[in-house]
């Protein structure tokens, strides 16, 4: 199945997901009272983004999370205000954060949609249920840690503690987004690469949102995900503005729908609501056109090149040319494919950083760098390796000669 590696399979997973995106960024578009036709904009927005649809056929965490948080909007916004729907709102939610927990940051954004409506009955028990029953599902994973012995750091056992230390204070920082040579700036100006219209576009939209009830949600989540990026200096994940898109395309789509709305309100005639629905669909054709030639190209370019041809070629020649029996060290990316091939001990085909951050490699292979036979190096390896430190890698390297190169991927054999 797919281009018959593990990662082209797994990716297939991936498309309900991003149907459902689609899907659910439409509906909560109706939500909004959007009409059909700006409601059908906001929904083709995430479909034909080129950023959309790199990131969105990833098998990223964030993809898979994306459609509960929008289910958890979908039920907050519903507008019989049912007590059930924002109790599962607050369940959907916990959902998203336990799939990537940097969804968190639109919880604000999700209870802004949920209070900033117009008062009714049972408003203080949606709000208890929202809050308190989400709670409880988050609490479902440190409550799992405390019963396997995992939730604080010990002896011979990881830790949730440990984990989310690293994850928020321990990962090298990305640099400020004001800095051109910093890998935020790179990271952004790629996302801008890609869709420019919609970053740019949805971010202005946002702001006009803020002057209307039904939409005064969407610049708080906008800024729960544009903030981390332009005023933080930590780590910032390539794939963090995958959950950004949905809303970005929700607030083109609003402010798309209020123009159509204000042009086309004086529209004559006892059948004046069908040309004001025929010229607004005009309108969003004609919004959806703008960037269609900047699309076209990226697309093209997506659609036609096989962006995992020069690591094929390094797992194909790893897999003729090295030997079995042979420590092997390699970037993840290309780990379970070799590691499947290859079909040696589980210490013999090893991800990078695990010769380094894993004590057991040392039980394993007591003379460290000594022992490795082969270093693999994919695009951004050396940055990992530099950025982490990976000592066992680069003594491995620097007793290493280039075997075979393809592209940015090269395999390294170690004169030891």
């Given amino acids: 199945m797919g281009d018959g590696t593990p990662e082209g399979a797994a990716r297939f997973a991936v498309v309900p997901f991003f149907v459902a995106t689609v899907v659910l960024t439409y509906l909560v578009a109706r939500r909004l009272e959007l009409t059909r036709p700006a409601a059908v904009l906001t929904g083709a927005l995430v479909l034909a983004s080129p950023l959309a649809f790199t990131l969105g056929r990833q098998v990223y965490l964030d993809n898979i999370g994306l459609p509960w948080l929008l289910l958890a909007f979908l039920l907050a916004l519903n507008r019989r205000k049912a007590l059930w729907h924002h109790v599962g709102a607050g369940i959907f939610f916990a959902l998203a954060v336990l799939s990537k927990e940097t969804f968190a940051v639109a919880g604000p954004a999700l209870l802004a949609a949920l209070l900033n409506q117009r008062a009714w009955s049972n408003r203080s028990f949606s709000v208890v249920g929202f809050v308190v029953v989400g709670g409880l599902v988050l609490a479902f994973y440190p409550l799992m840690a ?25 990962r090298e920082g990305s640099g400020s987004v004001w800095d051109s040579g910093s890998a935020r700036a790179e990271l952004v100006r790629g996302w801008l690469h890609y869709d420019a219209v919609l970053l740019v576009g949805g971010l202005v939209a946002g702001l006009a949102c803020a002057t209307r009830r039904r939409t005064a949600w969407l610049p708080v989540a906008l800024a729960g995900f544009a903030l981390p990026v332009l005023v933080s200096e930590g780590y910032l994940p390539a794939m963090f503005v995958v959950g950004s898109l949905p809303f970005l395309a929700l607030a083109v789509g609003a402010v798309v ?39 076209a190209e990226r697309h093209t370019d997506l659609l036609h090149r096989d ?9 194909r020649w790893v897999a003729a040319q090295v030997p079995e029996e042979d420590t092997l060290l390699v970037p993840y990316a290309a780990w379970v494919e070799l590691a499947e091939r290859r079909r040696d001990g589980p210490w013999e085909t090893i991800a990078l950083e695990k010769a380094d951050l894993d004590p057991e490699f040392r039980e394993v292979h007591p003379r460290g760098w000594r022992e490795v036979e082969w270093v693999v190096l994919g695009p951004d390896s050396r940055r990992t390796v530099d950025r982490l430190e990976l000592s066992t890698v680069l003594q491995a390297l620097a007793h290493a000669e280039v075997a075979f190169t393809a592209g940015q991927w090269t395999v390294h054999r170690v004169q030891g």
Avoid: F, T
Avoid at 146 to 170: D, F, I, T
Avoid at 257 to 274: F, V
């Fill in 146 to 170: 405390l019963l396997a012995w995992e939730l604080l750091p010990g002896p011979e056992h990881v830790s949730l503690y440990e984990a989310l230390v690293h994850q928020l204070v321990g």
């Fill in 257 to 295: 729908d209020r123009i159509g709305a204000r042009m086309l309100s004086g529209q004559p005639g006892p059948g004046g609501a069908r040309p004001r629905a025929a010229g607004l669909a005009g309108l969003c054709v004609v919004v959806l056109a703008l960037p269609a030639a900047q699309w």
């Fill in 307 to 315: 962006a995992n041809a020069d690591r094929a070629a390094a797992v």
